[in-house]
């Protein structure tokens, strides 16, 4: 007759759960030490952030400008993703933002976007180093639409003043 385990054996259900209670309460206050630490830093670059948004806002701009920061293409499938950082208008307020494209070439693709504070941290994590080159491309931008509005101030003065010489004065319009 063979013998019966033991309730020692290494391969009860009791005695395995030891290791296993063991190595989930090891790696869950790792995970806590490490979330309080993820916090901490991300609320650190939070402040500067904001400290951009802030400088920014107070240029009243107008303009929206991004740059890519990361592109991952399938060429198998022609899937890509393409990820941006951008100085925008989000939800009625200027602010720095961050946009997720994804498509498949040849069809209409899709966008996410969230205020930089609010997307996902491994995307802020990336679009951090693109930061000086936003700046450059938003300088760009912003030269390139007062040259458009000087362009648009003469012509619309002058259709003022074609407007003014020919229509009719408030006097000729109430008889």
């Not at 990361?70 to 009625?92: A, M, V």
Request: hydrophobic share 35%.
């Amino acid at each position: 007759m063979p013998a019966s385990p033991s309730l020692s054996d290494s391969t009860s259900p009791s005695s395995q759960q030891d290791p296993l209670r063991e190595r989930v309460s090891t790696a869950f206050g790792k995970l806590v030490a490490s979330a309080a630490e993820l916090n901490a830093v991300s609320d650190e670059i939070a402040t500067p952030i904001s400290t951009i948004e802030a400088i920014l806002q107070e240029l009243n701009l107008g303009v929206s400008a991004w740059t890519r920061f990361e592109l991952i293409r399938d060429d198998y499938d022609l899937h890509y993703e393409t990820r941006y950082i951008g100085y925008t208008k989000f939800s009625q307020r200027w602010g720095l933002a961050i946009r997720r494209t994804t498509g498949i070439d040849g069809q209409p693709e899709t966008s996410e976007e969230w205020l930089f504070n609010d997307a996902p941290r491994a995307y802020r994590l990336k679009a951090l180093e693109k930061l000086p080159e936003l700046l450059e491309n938003l300088a760009e931008t912003s030269g390139e639409t007062a040259a458009k509005l000087r362009k648009g101030i003469t012509l619309t003065k002058q259709v003022a003043e074609t407007m003014s010489r020919i229509a009719p004065t408030k006097a000729t319009r109430r008889r």
